[in-house]
Antibody, heavy 123, light 109 residues
C-alpha cells in the first residue's frame, strides 16, 4: 500500500518561498506511469490542482501558478517537492500530495493521497 | 475560468438514495473522463469512481457514476451515516491544461 506524507513549515512570511516535501513509502517515485501531484484546498473552497512531476519525463503546472512554481523529484530519497515563490495570503491552504495516473499529458485519477499539511501565509 | 458545478448540498434518510450532479463544458466533462472523490472531515480525499463509471476496488457497489455530454453524476444508494462527507467531481480541462475540481457537494444523512 502506497503511503504519502507531506512535511514543511506551517507558517510562511508573505513574499517568501513556500517549500514542501512529500515522502513516499510502499512504492517508488521512479516507477513508470505515475504522476506525483500536488493539490491544495484553501479554507472553505474547492481543491485546486497545483501540478505534477513525472519521473524522467518532466512536469506539468497549473497555468495560474506556473510563474511561481517548481516541482521536482528525488528518487534516491523517495520524495518529491514543491517550491512556490512570492507567496501571499491567497496561498494559505491545506496542501496535499498524491499519486496520479494519466496519459502523458492529461491527469486522470488521484488514487493515493497524503493527509495534508496546513500552510498559513502571514507575518 | 472554467469550473465544474455541483449542488452545494444533498441529503437523505438512511436507506434512501441521492444523486449528485457535476456540470461542465465541452473542454472538460464533455471531452474527458470524470473522477469522483469522497472527503471525510479530517481525512485524506478518497477516490471512489474513475473513468466516469468505474468503481475503484474496495468501494461499495452502493456508489455508481455516469456521464453524458457535459454532465456527470454520482449516485449513492442505501445511504448510511458513514456516507456523510463532501463529494467532488474532477476532470482534465483541455482549454486550461489543468485538472479541475467541482465546487463540492456536502451529503447529509
Amino acid at each position: 500500500q502506497v503511503q504519502l506524507r507531506e512535511s514543511g513549515p506551517g507558517l510562511v512570511q508573505p513574499s517568501e518561498t513556500l517549500s514542501l516535501t512529500c515522502t513516499v513509502s510502499g512504492g517508488s517515485v521512479s516507477s513508470g506511469g505515475y504522476y506525483w501531484s500536488w493539490i491544495r484546498q484553501p479554507p472553505g473552497e474547492r481543491p485546486e490542482w497545483i501540478g505534477y512531476v513525472y519521473y524522467g519525463r518532466g512536469t506539468s503546472y497549473n497555468p495560474s501558478l506556473k510563474s511561481r512554481l517548481t516541482l521536482s523529484v528525488d528518487a534516491s530519497k523517495s520524495l518529491f517537492s514543491l517550491r512556490l515563490t512570492s507567496v501571499t495570503a491567497a496561498d494559505t491552504a491545506l496542501y496535499y500530495c498524491a499519486r496520479g495516473g494519466g496519459n502523458g499529458k492529461s491527469l486522470y485519477h488521484l488514487d493515493f493521497w497524503g493527509q495534508g499539511t496546513l500552510v498559513t501565509v502571514a507575518s | 475560468q472554467s469550473v465544474l458545478t455541483q449542488p452545494p448540498s444533498a441529503s437523505g434518510t438512511p436507506g434512501q438514495s441521492v444523486t449528485i450532479s457535476c456540470s461542465g463544458t465541452t473542454s472538460n466533462v464533455g471531452a474527458n473522463f470524470v473522477y469522483w472523490y469522497q472527503h471525510l472531515p479530517g481525512a485524506a480525499p478518497r477516490l471512489l469512481i474513475y473513468a466516469s463509471s468505474q468503481r475503484l476496488s474496495g468501494v461499495s457497489d452502493r456508489f455508481s457514476g455516469s456521464a453524458s455530454g457535459t454532465s456527470a453524476s454520482l449516485a449513492i444508494s442505501g445511504l448510511q451515516s458513514g456516507d456523510e462527507a463532501e463529494y467532488y467531481c474532477a476532470a482534465w480541462d483541455n482549454s486550461l491544461n489543468a485538472y479541475v475540481f467541482g465546487s463540492g457537494t456536502k451529503v447529509s444523512v
